[in-house]
């Protein structure tokens, strides 16, 4: 399902659609030396005269246009051609390695005696060196090394760096921010979005600057009626695409909520798209946004005394926009964050950490203790029959079909939100327990009348365990971003989690009652545990971290806007940090 950037409907296969467009506000720059976001990919720029173009993999090049390299340099933006030089004066050198000590020898010395050679990684400004069997480091990229006399330089292959310049590729993904200092979008849209909704929605925008709020931060949004109010009778498929429209819509809206409450207030100019010219009402767009704004009051003032909404065409000089409101978004004495990607843990489920509870968290500096967390006398699975579900243990259960080993840990981290309990149990005094095949039955209690709930063994049977451990593993890894209580990632890897194997007794030691236990609520037998296939539970031990674990690599995302230049940027991870600690954060 392709979804139009502007207004969120569908565009349909037979309706004419533009795949790249350059909006001012929504374009940004990552540098190639960052991370690239889950979900994110790279599109080609090109360039013609002073016209640019964002292109997807795969699109034609346009007639007249040439790729591009893009560099960044603070706000400046260069775009250089495409070359396989080594900057002028520089000559390449192989890098070793002795404990902390770093050597660079050119091309025909001698090897440093005692040292190791490595390759080397770069992360916006951080350098690693890894021995040269070892793996890309998560977020690094392998960069080439010139020297120059005593200077050190680290350059992308294929790429000339203009004096002064960083180079940088374009990444998108749908409406997000990229985890760095700037972001894009990928952009498709109606053509009718494009050639008539936008340019109204900027003509709207003009309009209320000139007239109501010269000096104000205005945004826009559009959102489409259809899937707002809804489309009357609907089948559980349209519904379900109609969530993720909406769902859609959400993370602009709050993103750009938190980038005005973060940039001492703003409007938000919404277009409610395909809205009949007769009809004045709203309240559709209340039910969708106010519980969405209520979660971004995250400095306990009131919902009125943040924000405001209105008619656009009730502003004196905005008549004829009567499909429009203005959303007026107050000041926050604290950062707002549009989503904290972190959780805590409540007795019975985890669950979204509220703003006050994190930055109370933040604030107590808790000097946690690094003991894994662990089931007393749980040997075999059988053990678990009367554990049940608190704020250290989460019992998940085993009803896939899938086999191979790496799908099956792909499932648990997809499927089974993983990383999100492994983010909540980190706050706990004892960290915490996720057990992979364990199922909570529900049974009802004959002779007294009510339902109660009883575990059932669900072995998981693994062909290879080095291999499931492994992708489980590198899976965590690869999501979960640790930092310490002032915001600075902990590296190397804290080790915060274990992954150990609870087996499942041998049919010959089962007694009637227990085989019953170990059959699968389908009334598909189970394996007996014989041979090299073993049934068994899977035990993701956590434990608690003295700093904020996030189930996202992204780690919070809170934003503010620049007006000067037109852009919503990311707060760094470490100015988030210290803005919610502060009483205010100083307004930009």
Known sequence: MILCDYCGDEIQPDSPGVNVYNKDVDVRYVTKQDCIPVGFECASVCVKGDKIAYLKEGS????GFECVTVSVRDRDIVYARNQNLIPEGFE?????????????????DSHPTEFDRVSTYAKNEEIK???????????FEQVTVCVKTEDILYTRQAELKPTGSEPASVYVKNEDIAHAKCRQVKAEFHT???????PRSEEAARQFLEGASPKSNVLSIGIHVKYLFGEGRA?????????????RKAIELRRKVSAL??????????????LAPEDSFTGAFDEFADPKLHDLIQDDKQFCDVYKKQPLNSHYTCHGFGDFLVLYVGPSSNVTTSKFNTKTTLDDCIEDIRAETLRTFVRERKSLCNTFHSLPGVTQAHHLLNVHENRSIQLKSHFSQKKDARAIAEDIIKNHKLAEYISAFTKTECGGSFLYGVHEKTTFKKGYGYETKVNRIQPVILKDRTVFGDTLGDNIRNIVLVCDYDGNDIFPDPNIFQIHFIPCRPAEERTPAEEIVYRRDSGEPVHDGHGDEDGVVVHVAVRPVSGIVFHDKQGPLAYRYDRQFKRITRIDLKDWV???????????
């Open 261 to 274: 409450r973060n940039s001492n207030s703003g409007y938000i100019l919404i277009h409610l798209v395909g």
């Open 235 to 247: 089948n559980p498929e349209q519904k379900k695409r109609k969530k993720e429209k909406r769902d």
């Open 92 to 108: 390449e050198v192989t890098v070793y390695t002795r404990n902390g000590e770093v050597k660079y020898a050119r091309q025909g």
């Open 60 to 63: 034609i090049l346009p007639k």
């Open 129 to 139: 060196h890894e021995k040269e069997s070892h793996l890309t480091p998560i977020g």
């Open 192 to 198: 009718e979005c494009l050639n008539q909704c936008i």
């Open 578 to 588: 210290r803005a919610l600690t502060k009483r205010k954060i100083s307004q930009q």
